[in-house]
Each structure stands twice: as C-alpha cells, then as structure tokens.
C-alpha cells in the first residue's frame, strides 16, 4: 500500500481577503499567477489549465470546482497525465483558504493526493513559484 501524502503551504500576504479572493477566483487574475485556464467560480464547473507541455505530457491539467466558501475557501480537483499521455495519471485535490489576520490574510494551499515523491517535490517548487507571482499580482491590483 502506497502513503498518501498531502503538501501544504502557507504565505501571509500584506492584503486584505477581498483582494486574495479575487486574485484566486478571476481567470484573467489566475492566468497570471497560475495558468491560462477557463475558470468559472461555479460548483461542479470543470475548467482546463494548461502550463508548460514537455515530451510526453500535454501540459494540460484537467480540473472541477468542488467547494466554494464565498470569501474564504476554493477546493477543485487536480487531474494530470494518464490516457493516451506518457505521463501516468496524477489525482489531486486543492484548496485555497483564505484568514484574515492583522495587516492582511494568510493563505492556505493544501494539495492532496501524492502518492510518490516526485510528483511532492515538483509540487513543492511549482507552488512555491506560483505563490510568488500571487503576491506580484495581489499587490499590483486596485
């Protein structure tokens, strides 16, 4: 039997949740800390990201929206590889949740579903990355 191990993040951003919120849950916003995507935030809504295709895997990351705490907390699913890819099938879950604290809110990215260490440690770089570019985002909007 294979461990199940989930990663988890947390970054204190200098902004209020509203400002988190829309940056996370706005696809023009998404595309530019995450990935080109067709997010909508409706349960069920399944969405594509696409990021960087290399030799045997599409770059496409297959994704549903399961719960929606307006405000607070985003959880979709994380669906990589598999099918006529050569890279094998990745299952995840995300989510996003967001606290307000004093000076701005804490962010919360939890992905679970990684049953082999190289898929944690590529999602270890990859989420720290995108964090960064959060903060980019988060600070350049209005």
């Known amino acids: ?3 199940t191990r989930t990663l988890v993040m947390e970054r204190e951003f200098p902004h209020p949740p509203e400002r988190l919120w829309r940056a ?3 696809p023009h916003l998404i595309a ?18 696409q990021s ?3 030799p045997g895997w599409s770059g496409r990351i297959d994704c549903e929206v399961h719960e929606i705490e307006p405000g607070r ?7 990589t590889g598999g099918g006529e890819e050569a890279m094998p099938r990745f299952e995840s879950v ?3 949740t967001l606290e307000p604290m004093a000076g701005g809110t804490r962010l919360r990215m939890e992905q679970t579903g ?11 770089f990859g989420w720290g990355k995108f964090l960064e570019r959060l ?3 988060a600070a350049g909007m209005a």
């Open 24 to 26: 996370v849950t706005q």
């Open 32 to 49: 530019e800390w995450l990935m080109p995507n067709d997010f909508a935030l409706e349960p069920g809504h399944r969405f594509t990201l």
């Open 114 to 124: 990684f049953t082999n260490d190289n898929n944690y440690g590529g999602a270890q």
């Open 73 to 79: 907390q985003l959880s979709y699913s994380w669906d």
């Open 94 to 96: 995300v989510t996003l």
């Open 1 to 3: 039997m294979t461990e």
């Open 135 to 137: 903060e980019g985002v």
């Open 52 to 54: 960087q295709a290399f």
